[in-house]
C-alpha cells in the first residue's frame, strides 16, 4: 500500500467517523455505544476488482470471475441471524476479500477482541477462510511500514481442528494468546513463517495501528473451497452477515440489488397472497 493509497483510508476513516452514526440492524446507533451488532448486506458492500482503492466502508474485492463471494441464507444455523457470507475459491489462483474500513486509526494495543465463525461447505485438511488485518506497524508518524496480519485456524490448533457441515468459532484474540502471522518481516515476526502471538506481536510494535481494511480473506491456494463466515467481531462491533431484505431496498439499496427502482425490490420480498 503506498501513501496515496494510505491518505484515502484515513480520509475514508475521518468522514465516517464525521456522521457519527451507522446502520445496525436497521437502526441508527451511535459508534461510541459499548457494543453493538452491526447488519451487512449486499446493499452495504461495493465490489470491486483486487487492489482496488477502498470507496465505501465494505468492499468486497475478487481476484478472477471464478472467486465469488455472496450473502446467503443458511447454511445450517448461523450464529446471528438467517444468514452468512460465503466465499469460494475453485482455482488456486482465485481470491475473495470482504474488508472494513471504519477501524483505521485504531492502535493494535487498544484492540481487545477479534473473533469470528465459519462453516466449510467444501474444502480439506486445515483449509477455511481466514482473517485479515492491513497494518501500519511502526505507526502513522513514521512513513512506510506496510504488512498484514493474517489469522488462521490451522496455527491455533488448541482451538480444534477445522471441520466440514459445522459451525465452527475462532478466537483470534484469545487473551492475547492468538497466534498470528505477517506477510512482511516486522520487530518480532518474520515473513509467512512465525507464527506469534497477538500479544508478542503488540508487545514489539507498540505503535501499531490499522492502516486500511480489517475483515475476511480466502485464496492464494485454497483450491475447491467454500467457507460462510458470519458473527464477525472486531473490539465492540459484531458484524451480522445476512440475505437482504425488504427494508434494504430503501437509500438506494435496490440499485446494488440489481433493481429497476424501489417498488420492484420491495415487492421481491413481499410474499404472495
Not at 40 to 65: F, G, I, K, Q
Request: aromatic residues 10%; contains cysteine.
Amino acid at each position: 500500500m503506498d501513501m496515496t493509497t494510505k491518505g484515502f483510508c484515513m480520509k475514508l476513516h475521518l468522514a465516517a467517523a464525521a456522521a457519527l452514526t451507522m446502520v445496525a440492524g436497521g437502526l441508527l446507533v451511535s459508534p461510541a455505544h459499548a457494543v453493538t451488532t452491526e447488519r451487512v448486506t449486499e446493499t452495504n458492500v461495493t465490489r470491486a476488482p483486487e487492489n482496488t482503492p477502498p470507496s465505501d466502508h465494505w468492499m468486497l474485492y475478487t481476484r478472477t470471475p471464478a472467486s465469488t463471494g455472496a450473502f446467503v441464507s443458511g447454511p445450517a444455523t448461523p450464529p446471528i441471524g438467517g444468514g452468512s457470507f460465503q466465499m469460494s475459491t475453485p482455482g488456486g489462483g482465485d481470491k475473495v476479500q470482504l474488508f472494513n474500513y471504519d477501524h483505521v486509526g485504531t492502535k493494535l494495543s487498544d484492540v481487545n477482541a477479534i473473533a469470528y465463525d465459519t462453516y466449510r461447505t467444501a474444502g480439506s485438511d486445515q483449509q477455511v477462510a481466514a482473517l485479515n488485518l492491513e497494518v501500519d506497524f511502526n505507526g502513522p508518524a513514521v512513513s512506510g511500514g506496510f504488512t498484514t496480519l493474517v489469522f488462521e485456524p490451522v496455527y491455533n490448533t488448541s482451538q480444534g481442528a477445522v471441520a466440514s457441515g459445522m459451525w465452527q468459532h475462532w478466537d483470534a484474540y484469545n487473551g492475547g494468546g492468538a497466534k498470528w502471522w505477517s506477510t512482511k518481516s516486522i520487530p518480532g515476526v518474520c515473513a509467512f513463517d512465525c507464527f506469534v502471538s497477538w500479544s508478542d506481536i503488540v508487545a514489539a510494535n507498540p505503535d501499531a495501528t490499522i492502516l486500511g481494511g480489517v475483515g475476511l480473506n480466502q485464496g492464494s491456494g485454497n483450491v475447491g473451497l467454500t467457507t460462510s463466515v458470519d458473527a464477525f467481531t472486531f473490539n465492540d462491533t459484531t458484524y451480522d452477515f445476512d440475505v437482504p431484505g425488504k427494508d434494504d431496498c430503501k437509500n438506494n439499496g435496490w440499485m446494488k440489488l440489481g433493481f429497476k427502482n424501489q417498488g420492484q425490490c420491495v415487492a421481491s420480498f413481499t410474499p404472495v397472497k
